[in-house]
Structures are given as C-alpha cells and as structure tokens.
C-alpha cells in the first residue's frame, strides 16, 4: 500500500516568515496526526484529527500554528511567523483508527534562520 | 494528561548481547503501547505494540513486557546486530476519544560489532 506522503522534505525559511506543509495519509485512514520533533527528542503531538474533526490540538501553539484536514482526507499545517525553536522535522502519520499502528510519513524538516 | 519516560537515553552493547529499554507512564488509563524504531535520517516504523489485556509478546528477537500495576513495559532485543543500531521510542495512549498517542524521549541504541 502507499505510504503516508508529505511536502516538501526540506524548507529554509526567515524568523517571522510564514510557512506550510502538506500530507496526504494512506487511503481509508480516519486518524491523522502532526508531530514536531525536535533533534534529539521523541515526536511531540501537535494536532491529532479524527476524520476532518479535532480531537486533541492541547499542545499546538495557536498564536502561531494551524492545522485543517478538509474533506478528512489531506492536512496542511502552518506556521505564521516562524521562530528560531520551530526549527525541527514535521512528521505526519495516519492510522486507520485511534489505538493502532501509526504510520509515518518522511517528514519536513524545517530549518528556521 | 499522559507523560511516558524512557531509558537509559543510550545504550551501547556488543554484538549478540541482549538489551533491554524500560518505559513508565503516567495515565492509568493508557493501554496501548507501541514501540517505533527510527534510522537515522528516517521516519519512526512500528516494531512491536502490545495492549494491556496481555503482559507479553513475542516476535522472533524483540519482546515487550507490560506491568500495569507498575506502569511500565520495556523492549527486550536479543542477539543484537548491528542493523539494531537505530533510536527507539516507546509510546502510550488510551482508547478513549481524544487520546493522544505520547512518545518517549529516545533509546540511541549503538550495536557494536
């Protein structure tokens, strides 16, 4: 089965810039979830949708990052403007439901200067 | 909401040793708990998840034991190779909506030949 897609791999952008990622989960997939992760650190949640709805975006930082999933199907998440602790790889996965195998995509990383 | 620790942050073992990564978490509730594998430069793929209606579970030389009375579950490798060498996160996360699946801080896990 194809796997989780997402773009673009590597984006350099300006403090105070505005930037956005995009992911289209593996088809059939209701479950789909933002990671941040910082180097050397586990994957943080930003944002986890069930279907086009939130379930938890507790630990997305609002003044700044957004997220929608139109039509429950592809997301795009967006910083506007980006901070130098942005800096980090963006990782999108999808699970066919909550509570089962979460599958990776390669991730954006994201260098902030 | 659910805080997963993980150790030791590294682990060096010789070739054909076993090792051993130990996770606890906060939330009584959580009952799924998955352990992803990440290469360097690469997305996290599952390797291994159990559910709290089990205390172990086996495939081939990885193993994870859960103790829920404790709140910890740890990844058992055995006869290492060095395609082993790789930073593990353990996770956890409960069925219920709204849960989050929480990540560990990292294993970097050195196989020395």
């Known amino acids: 089965e194809a796997g989780v897609a997402q773009s673009p791999r590597y984006k350099i952008i300006e403090k105070r810039q505005s930037v956005a990622f995009w992911c289209n989960p593996i088809?059939?997939?209701?479950?789909l979830y933002w990671y941040q992760q910082i180097l050397g650190q586990g994957p943080k949640l930003l944002i986890q949708?069930?279907?086009?709805?939130?379930?938890?975006d507790s630990q997305l930082p609002k003044d700044r990052f957004s997220a929608e999933r139109l039509k429950g199907v592809d997301s795009t998440l967006k910083i506007q403007p980006a901070k130098l602790e942005d800096s980090a790889v963006y990782l999108c996965a999808s699970s066919v439901i909550r509570n089962t195998e979460a599958f990776f995509g390669q991730g954006t990383r994201l260098t902030v200067v | 909401g659910e805080n997963v620790e993980q150790h030791p942050s590294t682990l060096s073992v010789q070739e054909g040793d076993s090792a051993v990564i130990k996770c606890t978490y906060s939330?009584?509730?959580?009952?799924?708990f998955p352990w992803y594998k990440q290469e360097l430069g690469k997305r996290p793929q599952l390797i291994i998840d159990?559910?709290?209606?089990?205390g172990e579970k086996k495939d081939q030389r990885i193993a994870v034991t859960l103790n829920k009375t404790a709140k910890h579950f740890s990844l058992h490798i055995t006869e290492t190779q060095p395609e082993d060498s790789a930073v593990y996160f353990c996770a956890a996360s409960r069925e219920t909506s709204g849960s989050r699946l929480t990540f560990g801080e990292g294993t970097q896990l050195t196989v020395n030949p």
């Open positions: 939330d009584s509730a959580s009952n799924y």
């Open positions: 088809s059939g997939h209701a479950t």
């Open positions: 949708f069930q279907n086009n709805g939130v379930v938890d």
């Open positions: 159990i559910r709290s209606n089990v």
